[in-house]
């Protein structure tokens, strides 16, 4: 039986009678191909030269028939000038992705996920992101893919995305995070997925109907049990998300600070804000400074943000309030509007940005800004007329 060395020679000779461009090295106890290639990614080279492709295959019979297939298919990638360095190049934790089924990509680009968030300031916001923005829509992806392998990869990504509702939030965050699994994949998608988001914004805050102040004090006086009574009515007055709640330092409020601020801590979704009641009279009327929370799981190593926050809002289905937790959220944005309060404020005490805050709250900042010009060219028409009374007659 000839040797492997002997086979190598051998399927050289056939690859080099095809004109293929390409040979098989035998380096240790592993196989690689060697030839004139495009630059790898950082490269200072800009001309294709000799190089090495690490096939990560063992100096084995199999082993050799799997390199004479992948020198095959690299030949032609480069004749069709689709060659990527990507898929040879190991990624974190070892592999190729060239080499890898689906859920071997999709566990590698978990790790990549967790690898870029390394040190990151939040990690329960970290987590949270990960399980309600990406693992879903992952999973829906290789369900997809396995029902269907006659689709490729690209092929399966559009069926995924296109299996969620339309001008969704849903649909939105599924192209997002298959966006980025096909940007760390390499795959060149034709059609860009945000052409799939559809009409989904923030318009709908601006069609909700928002409870009115005389509703939300309605609202407060279902609840029977008074450590959510408090809930309802620090969110109602301070315009907090669920979760935040919970993670507030409320010392000051305690203390009879007349200023009512609350200070929301790192642990939450954006980090340490301070926020003002509004209206600071609901401090008193809620009984806001005996501060009473739920005996509820806060321990992010045991739960997560989102999972206190689907608390939050399962007991007010509990209560049958008649509107939901984020409707107090916005109905405190509106009144920040109302006053006068400037937008950077009220984003910044939301801990949202300025582009977001006025986004999603565009309907009632216009009106406000339309009203203030109009009372203002109003003035001075009136203080024009009084000039103009003030002139002596010429007749």
Sequence with gaps: MPSLDDRIQQTNQRLKAAKMGLQVERRGDKLSLRGTLPPRPGSHRLNPHQQRISLNLP?????????????????????????????????????????????????????????????????????????????????KLEAIAQARPNLSLAEAIYATVQATRPNTRSRQICCTALG???????IELPIDLKTYWGNYGNSKTQLRQLPTEADI????????????????????????????????????????????????????KTGVHQVWPFPVEWVDRFSLREVMLPPITTDLRQTTLQRIGQQVATQFRRYDLPFSPYDLRHAWAVRTIHVGLPDTV???????????????????????????????ALRRSEVWGDEKADQPSLG
């Design 217 to 268: 004090l309605a609202a407060y006086e279902q609840i029977p049990n008074p450590t959510w009574r408090f809930v309802f009515g620090i969110m109602a007055t301070y315009g907090l998300r669920n979760h935040e709640v919970f993670f507030c330092d409320y010392d000051a409020l305690r203390q009879g600070d007349p200023s009512g601020v609350i200070e929301v801590q790192d642990t939450t």
């Design 59 to 139: 100096a084995t019979h199999d082993g050799l028939k799997q390199a004479e297939t992948e020198a095959k298919i690299i030949a032609a990638q480069l004749l069709q000038n689709c060659f990527d360095w990507h898929n040879y190049l190991p990624v974190k934790g070892g592999g190729r992705l060239s080499q890898m089924d689906l859920s071997e990509k999709l566990a590698a680009f978990q790790q990549e996920f967790w690898t870029r968030q390394e040190g990151a300031a939040n990690p329960a916001s970290v987590r949270t992101t990960w399980e309600k923005a990406y693992a879903p829509y992952l999973k």
């Design 180 to 186: 980025a699994l096909a940007d760390f994949l390499h």
């Design 346 to 376: 009220a984003a910044r005490m939301m801990g949202h940005s300025v582009a977001v805050h006025t986004r999603t709250y565009h309907r009632w900042i216009t009106r406000r800004d339309q009203q203030m010009a109009v009372e203002a």
